[in-house]
């Protein structure tokens, strides 16, 4: 009993430090926001749609794929992530989430939020955790340390009268 107590305090202090560093304010971003996302680890590849909003005090991330359907529904609320709908929590969407708001800070409040970031000519790094190169304003391939790369590119709002 003493075996298994240790061992789900033990995933839990780890699920805790996995979590994905987020600044203590949100950063000055141009919303709404509408990105596509390919997805690219070894031969697979996936293409999403993500929309970033403004909601309320927080951030309302909603990422669909190419047949319409939710894959990630998310707000970013006093640095906080809170689920968005019905959708079961999703890590992976949430670290991706997070290390684009890391790459969409702008370079004036960057040092200010994210005090660790290095950055050099065209490319920004977080640790070990996170690495962006920018190709042009918000065009970024985005370089996780679980071997994931996302091709980001922004596509243009439409805002209806």
């Known amino acids: ?15 805790c430090a996995a979590r994905p560093p ?3 304010r949100l950063p000055e971003l141009a919303l ?6 390919q997805r690219l680890q ?6 999403w749609l993500l929309v970033i909003q403004q ?11 190419p047949l319409g359907i939710p894959v990630a529904r998310q707000l970013l609320v006093n640095g906080q992530w809170q689920a968005d709908g019905l959708l079961p929590p999703n890590p992976a ?9 890391f790459a969409l800070t702008n370079q004036q409040q960057l040092s200010s939020m994210y005090p660790s970031a290095t950055t050099a000519g065209q ?10 190169r920018y190709r042009a304003g918000d ?9 994931l790369r996302y091709e980001i590119s922004p596509l243009p709002v439409e805002v209806s009268p």
């Open 139 to 147: 065009d970024l391939t985005l370089t996780l340390a679980q071997g």
């Open 55 to 65: 909601q309320d005090a927080g951030l309302r991330w909603s990422m669909i794929d």
């Open 42 to 47: 070894g031969s697979e590849r996936q293409d």
């Open 22 to 24: 987020l600044p203590a």
């Open 1 to 15: 009993m003493k075996r298994l107590l240790w061992l789900a305090c033990a995933l839990l202090l780890s699920a």
């Open 123 to 132: 490319t920004r790094q977080l640790g070990e955790r996170w690495a962006v």
């Open 93 to 101: 969407a949430r670290e991706l989430f997070a290390a684009l708001l």
């Open 32 to 37: 709404p926001m509408q990105l596509h996302v």
